[in-house]
């Protein structure tokens, strides 16, 4: 495997699309995700296996602070550290323009992205009930201090 993360561009937004079909009950078109490509407060990432879409990732910030909005990774990519780099690239671009801190929800049952995110230094703050949908469930909310950089990434 051959992984490059870039900006995410046009091009890659149909590819996103699907695997926002593949990844989540209720997905992002590609119409949504050219929005967010085009919002200055946005920045989102992509993970690429020569011109397949392996997994990406999408921000918003406000002030010093990011919002993570979407994290995937295609399920033949998965287990193989694709999310962890694409974490710790947004970690580092948004740490570079001055964000000091980095928010998401996740889903309780969502044990793999729970965990990664622990074991990249997330913490709890709260809880959000019924902030999801198909099915309905709580999201726990999770931030991070960006206080350091990930070198060679």
């Given at each position: 495997?051959?992984?490059?993360i870039?900006?995410m561009?046009?091009e890659?937004a149909?590819a996103?699309a ?9 997905p992002w ?5 050219l929005d967010?490509l085009g ?6 990432l992509?993970?690429?296996d020569?011109?397949?879409v392996?997994?990406y990732?999408?921000s918003?910030s406000?002030?010093?602070?990011a919002?993570?909005?979407n ?9 193989k550290g694709?999310?962890?780099s694409?974490?710790?690239?947004l970690?580092?671009v948004?740490h570079?323009?001055?964000?000091a ?5 996740v889903r309780p049952s ?10 990249e230094?997330f913490v709890?703050?709260?809880r959000r009930?019924?902030?999801?949908f198909h099915?309905?469930e709580?999201?726990l909310?999770l931030?991070?201090e960006l ?7």
């Amino acid at each position: 495997m051959e992984l490059e993360i870039v900006p995410m561009t046009a091009e890659h937004a149909a590819a996103v699309a699907e695997l926002e079909k593949v990844c989540f009950q209720d997905p992002w078109s590609e119409r949504m995700i050219l929005d967010e490509l085009g919002n200055p407060l946005s920045l989102w990432l992509a993970a690429l296996d020569g011109g397949t879409v392996a997994g990406y990732i999408g921000s918003q910030s406000v002030l010093d602070e990011a919002d993570v909005m979407n994290l995937a990774v295609a399920p033949a990519y998965r287990q193989k550290g694709v999310g962890r780099s694409l974490m710790r690239r947004l970690e580092t671009v948004l740490h570079e323009k001055g964000i000091a801190a980095l928010l998401l929800e996740v889903r309780p049952s969502n044990e793999a992205a729970f965990s990664l995110y622990q074991s990249e230094g997330f913490v709890q703050v709260g809880r959000r009930k019924n902030y999801y949908f198909h099915p309905k469930e709580d999201a726990l909310i999770l931030r991070k201090e960006l206080e350091h950089e990930y070198p060679g990434l």
